[in-house]
């Protein structure tokens, strides 16, 4: 692949290929945290959204592998001046960057612009779309919590309709053959769902029962674009994920979240924290690796591609 742009194009040997290569990452990044595997290219972060884990662990992942490293500050570029989004790509394409990483709230923005460029494209998240690498550290999370990535019986909660990571995490979980369950009111589940295989509840208690695996996520009020919010105090109630709805959960069930974090709106704060249930700092860890093997795939392809031509 030149891209990473979504799972949707990836084959389950795609995906198992990137995670191996994350789990040397994650040795790397506890022991050395430097290699020189991108050595003389050069990183271009963009980020036209607000992004705290993704963009900071794109950074360490570049810096890590002896990348040129540079963060576009959006708030202070030229497309504050009117520029589009593709005349600022081409702008920065014509200082011959090699891996350009891109997030924005427009879904399909992030593959238009890999349309226009020659370097490697890397989606950071494009507004409902995809969220291809927040997708692998989870998978890699899981992996390493519960030894395998089939056959697992995952749920994800929350506000499915308005989340890049529900849809990029509903195509890799099943790519991998794991039995999903997606719990949500039924404003928050988008419709025609069932086509991706998946079982729909919008009762708690019904869809934990017994999953190995529970993801929540946060309620993105910035993509409701006027419809129906539900109050947070009734949303925690209902969907809220405390200890005592884990315990329909299987008792060595894992709780994700992929962060931002909204305690007391879709998890209990003390939950979140407890390392014997809750795998999100682990998630973050994974991420940089993820980024990291993810790169060095693209990199590798980049220069065969450019020794070929
Ligand atoms: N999970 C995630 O994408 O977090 P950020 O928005 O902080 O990057």
Redesign the pocket.
């Known amino acids: 692949h030149r891209h990473l742009l979504g799972i949707e194009p990836l084959a389950p040997m795609d995906i198992t290929t990137l995670l191996d290569l994350a789990d040397d990452y994650v040795t790397l990044n506890r022991t050395a945290k430097h290699s020189e595997t991108l050595a003389g290219l050069t990183q271009i972060n963009m980020f036209f959204?607000?992004?705290?884990?993704?963009?900071?662990?794109f950074e360490i992942a570049g810096k890590r592998l002896g990348a040129d490293v540079m963060n576009m500050a959006m708030q202070a570029s030229s497309i504050k001046k009117g520029e589009t989004l593709i005349d600022t790509a081409m702008t920065l394409n014509a200082m011959h960057p090699d891996l350009l990483v891109v997030?924005h709230p427009q879904s399909g923005a992030v593959d238009l612009l890999a349309q226009k460029v020659n370097c490697a494209v890397l989606n950071?998240?494009d507004g409902r779309h995809e969220?291809p690498t927040?997708a692998l550290l989870d998978a890699l999370t899981i992996r390493r919590a519960k030894g395998r990535l089939h056959r697992l019986s995952i749920a994800i909660c929350g506000d499915i309709a308005h989340s890049r990571?529900a849809r990029s995490n509903i195509m890799l979980l099943g790519k991998m053959e794991n039995r999903i369950r997606l719990i949500a009111p039924p404003t928050l589940m988008p419709s025609g769902i069932k086509e991706f295989g998946v079982e729909v509840f919008d009762n708690m208690a019904e869809g934990l029962k017994d999953v190995d695996v529970v993801m929540m996520l946060r309620l993105q009020k910035e993509r409701m674009d006027g419809g129906f919010i539900p109050s947070e105090r009734e949303y925690y109630h209902r969907f809220g994920l405390d200890s005592e709805k884990l315990a329909h959960a299987k008792p060595d069930a894992i709780v994700m979240h992929?962060?931002?974090m909204n305690r007391g709106v879709e998890i209990d704060g003390t939950l979140a924290d407890d390392i014997n249930r809750s795998v999100i700092q682990e998630q973050v860890e994974m991420?940089v690796a993820v980024r990291m093997a993810a790169m060095d795939l693209l990199a590798q392809n980049l220069r065969a591609e450019r020794a070929a031509a």
């Open positions: 959204e607000n992004s705290t884990r993704t963009q900071a662990s997030r950071a998240g969220h927040q990571v992929p962060g931002p991420g």
